[in-house]
């Protein structure tokens, strides 16, 4: 059993920053892509950020390009998100996810609220 618990969220007013954690439980966390993914309101789940387990190769969603980056720390099993020039529209609920052996492990969330 894997799990991942996220931490960092909380209320900020447009243009500021957070950055998020996910701290996992796995042994082998070094050996597996890590995901970040959010959820509005009435929207759907939606992938925001991905590292590859070595933390070579990232993917973005296009609204965030240039304004988040992901990051891991393998020693630490950890992986992070740090979030700049926060707009509203980044307003959701954020999970850290992970799809270890063909299962699909989340978080709880933890919620960013930007003010505008």
């Known amino acids: 059993q894997v799990q991942l618990v996220e931490s960092g969220g909380g209320l900020v007013q447009t243009g500021g920053s957070l950055r998020l954690s996910c701290a996992a439980s796995?042994?082998?966390?070094?050996?597996?892509?890590m995901h970040w993914f959010r959820q509005a309101p009435g929207k759907e789940r939606e992938l925001v950020a991905t590292?590859?387990?070595?933390?070579?190769?990232?993917y973005y969603i296009d609204s965030v390009k240039g304004r988040f980056t992901i990051s891991r720390d393998n020693a630490k099993n950890t992986v992070y998100l740090q979030m700049n020039s926060l707009k509203p529209e980044d307003t959701a609920v954020y999970y850290c996810?992970?799809?270890?052996?063909?299962?699909?492990?989340w978080g709880q969330g933890t919620q960013v609220t930007v003010s505008s």
């Open positions: 996810n992970a799809n270890i052996g063909g299962t699909r492990y």
């Open positions: 796995a042994r082998t966390f070094s050996s597996y892509d």
């Open positions: 590292i590859s387990w070595s933390g070579g190769t990232t």
